[in-house]
């Protein structure tokens, strides 16, 4: 088993990918299109076009993980309100996200004030 907080970054990759791509078809998004070396001490989440399913990538210093989540009956609740297509998140973050929690909502409705 092993803990999230072992890695130094965490990374989404918010454009759903293609879940037949396996090891060398993800690490190669992770240095082509986000523009990070996959060899550091990272872990790399991508979903699939539906939000049932999610990926993490990386490398143990021995050879490239992957795993996979699949949720039966619900979706991950993956950020689309961000504008860039790679991000990072924290420890908390990411352990409310695996648990199917949404990280990115905002509890209460944040008030605008306007003084005259």
Known sequence: MISIKQFDQIYF?????????????????????????????????FINSKHTKIKA????????????KYLEEDTFRWPSHLDSEVFEVNVNKLQKFLLGFNPW????????????
Not at 21 to 44: C, E, H, R, T, W
């Open 105 to 116: 909502q905002i509890p209460h409705k944040e008030k605008q004030y306007i003084y005259t």
């Open 57 to 68: 990538l990386y490398w143990d210093k021995t050879g490239f993980a992957l795993w996979m």
């Open 13 to 45: 990759y918010r454009p759903h990918i293609d879940f037949r791509k396996g090891i060398l078809g993800i690490s190669a998004i992770v240095q082509d299109q986000m523009n990070l070396d996959p060899f550091g001490q990272y872990l790399f989440l």
